[in-house]
C-alpha cells in the first residue's frame, strides 16, 4: 500500500508563531544640525580679521564630513558622481606637478574642491529633512552681510592693510610666498594706477576683487529667494534693507563678468517668468533692474569700466594667457601640469592657467577633468530648471551665473563653496516641488509657501 512522505514544514501558523513578530523598523537617523554652517559662512568677517578666512576653510568642511559620516545613511544629490570623477582625476594629476613644493597650493585647491562636495552634500541632506527651508539658507544671508559690511570697509577705508594672527603664527618660508601673502594678510581693495579714473575696488573679505564681484553675483538670488519664502521677520526686512545698500560696494567692483552673470541669470529668469506666467517673479526681476539702474545715476559704472578697459591692457594679458594654454595643454592632455606655471612666452605678470577656473581646470589637470567640471554645473542648470515656485526659479538661476563665470573667473577658493551651498538647496527644493506635482498632477503644485518667521 503506497504511503505519502512525511510533511516536513510547519503549518502557516505555527511558522509565524515560530518566527515572530517582524523586527520594528530602523529609527531614522539624527537630523544634521543647521548652526554648523552658521560657523562656517556667518562668521566670515571673523575668519578673514584672522587671517583664516581661507587656510581655515577645510577645516569647516571636515568638521561637516565628520557629522555626516557619524549621522549615515546620507543621500547624495544629482551628479555627485561627476564630481568625485573630477576630485580623483585632480588628484591623478599631482602627479604632474614640477617640484614638492608645489603640493601645498595644490592641496589648498583640492581641500576647496572636496569641501565645496561636502558643504553640497550636506545642505542638500538638510533642506530635504526640514520643512522650513528658509532656515537653511539662514547661512548664505549671514554671509550676504559679512559681504555687504566688509564691502562697505572697502569703500570707507581703501587702503587698511593689516597683519593678521594666522600671518604672524605661520612659518617665515611659508608666509613670505607671494600667493600666501595674499591669502593671510588682511587688505581692502584693490587699486590700479594705470586706469585714466583710478579708484579701489571692494575686495574683502576676499583677497582679489574679482572673488567679491563672483560670490555677489551667486549670493544675491539666494537672498531674494529667502525674502520670497519669509513673508515677514527681522532678518527678512534687514536683507530687504541691505540690498540696495550692496550695489555701492558691487559696482564699485567694476567687475564686467559679475555684471554679465547677472545680467544672463535675470535674462533666464524673465524667460522662464514670461512662458509660465509667474507675475511675482516677472515683478521681482523687474524690481531688482529699477534698483540697479537707480544706482547708476550715482556711480558711472560704464564710464570707469570703459576707462579702466581703455588704459590697461588686461583684455590683452588674458587672451594671451588663453592662447598660451591651449599651445601648451596640447603636450600634456590627460592630466595637465598639476598647478599654474610661470612662463617667460607671455607679457602678463600672472602664471599661465590662471585668469579663469576653465583654464586653470584645464592647464593643471586636464581635458577630462574640464569635461567633468563643466559637466556637473551643466547638469545643475538642467535639473534646478525645473522649479516653478518662485524662490525655485530665482535659486534656478545660480548654476547659470556659475556657467557665465567659469571662463574669466577663478573658483579654486570659498566662492565654489558658495556655489555648492546655493545650487544643493536649489536641487532640493526642486525636488520638493517635483515630487509635489507628481502627487497631484491635476493641478500645478505651488511650490513651498513663504513661512512666518
Known amino acids: 500500500m503506497p504511503t505519502r512522505a512525511p510533511s516536513v514544514s510547519e503549518p502557516a501558523g505555527e511558522g509565524r508563531a515560530a518566527i515572530g513578530p517582524p523586527p520594528p523598523p530602523p529609527p531614522p537617523p539624527p537630523r544634521l544640525p ?27 568642511g571636515a568638521v561637516l564630513l565628520a557629522l555626516l559620516l557619524v549621522r549615515g545613511r546620507v543621500p547624495l544629490p544629482p551628479a555627485t558622481g561627476i564630481w568625485l ?17 608645489a603640493l601645498l597650493t595644490f592641496g589648498l585647491r583640492v581641500g576647496f574642491y572636496v569641501t565645496a562636495l561636502v558643504v553640497g552634500v550636506y545642505v542638500y541632506v538638510v533642506a530635504r529633512e526640514r520643512v522650513d527651508l528658509a532656515a537653511v539658507l539662514v547661512p548664505l544671508c549671514l554671509f550676504w552681510f559679512g559681504l555687504v559690511v566688509l564691502g562697505w570697509v572697502s569703500v570707507l577705508a581703501p587702503t587698511l592693510s593689516l597683519a593678521t594672527p594666522v600671518e604672524v603664527l605661520l612659518p617665515a618660508g611659508i608666509a613670505g610666498n607671494p600667493y600666501t601673502q595674499d591669502l593671510v594678510h588682511l587688505t581692502t581693495a584693490e587699486y590700479s594706477a594705470r586706469s585714466l579714473n583710478p579708484i579701489y575696488r571692494p575686495a574683502a573679505p576676499f583677497p582679489y576683487t574679482n572673488n567679491y564681484g563672483s560670490a555677489y553675483a551667486m549670493t544675491l538670488p539666494c537672498v531674494v529667494a529667502y525674502t520670497m519664502l519669509r513673508r515677514r521677520g527681522v ?47 516677472g515683478a521681482s526681476v523687474v524690481g531688482v533692474l529699477l534698483v540697479g539702474a537707480l544706482v547708476t545715476l ?43 606655471a610661470s612662463v617667460d612666452t607671455v607679457s602678463s605678470g600672472v602664471p599661465v592657467g590662471t585668469q579663469g577656473q576653465l583654464w586653470m581646470v584645464l592647464f593643471s589637470h586636464g581635458v577630462p577633468a574640464l569635461l567633468c567640471f563643466l559637466a556637473w554645473f551643466a547638469v545643475a542648470a538642467v535639473f534646478c530648471a525645473r522649479a516653478r515656485s518662485a524662490p525655485g526659479q530665482w535659486m534656478a538661476v545660480v548654476p547659470v551665473v556659475c556657467v557665465v563665470q567659469i571662463p574669466f573667473y577663478g573658483m579654486a577658493s ?20 517635483v515630487a509635489v506635482r507628481r502627487a497631484s498632477p491635476s493641478r500645478p503644485a505651488p511650490g513651498p509657501k513663504a513661512v512666518p518667521a
Do not use: C, K
Not at 558691487?250 to 535675470?266: C, D, P, Q
Open 34 to 60: 543647521v548652526w554648523p554652517l552658521g560657523m562656517m559662512f556667518g562668521l566670515v568677517p571673523v575668519w578673514w580679521l584672522a587671517g583664516a578666512f581661507y587656510l581655515g576653510w577645510s577645516l569647516f
Open 85 to 101: 570623477l573630477f576630485l580623483a582625476l585632480v588628484m591623478v594629476s599631482a602627479t604632474q606637478l614640477p617640484e614638492p613644493g
Open 235 to 281: 532678518l527678512r526686512w534687514a536683507l530687504l534693507v541691505s540690498l540696495p545698500l550692496s550695489l555701492v560696494p558691487a559696482f564699485l567692483t567694476l567687475n564686467r563678468v559679475m555684471f554679465a552673470s547677472l545680467g544672463a541669470g535675470l535674462l533666464v529668469l524673465g524667460l522662464r517668468a514670461a512662458r509660465r506666467g509667474n507675475v511675482r517673479v
Open 298 to 340: 550715482f556711480i558711472p559704472v560704464a564710464e570707469l569700466i570703459g576707462n579702466r578697459v581703455e588704459s590697461s591692457s588686461t583684455n590683452a594679458d588674458r587672451f594671451a594667457l588663453y592662447a598660451e594654454v591651449i599651445r601648451r595643454i596640447s603636450d600634456s592632455p590627460w592630466l595637465g601640469y598639476g598647478a599654474p
Open 414 to 433: 570659498p566662492t565654489i563653496t558658495v556655489a555648492f551651498f546655493a545650487i544643493a538647496f536649489a536641487m532640493a527644493l526642486t525636488e520638493r516641488e
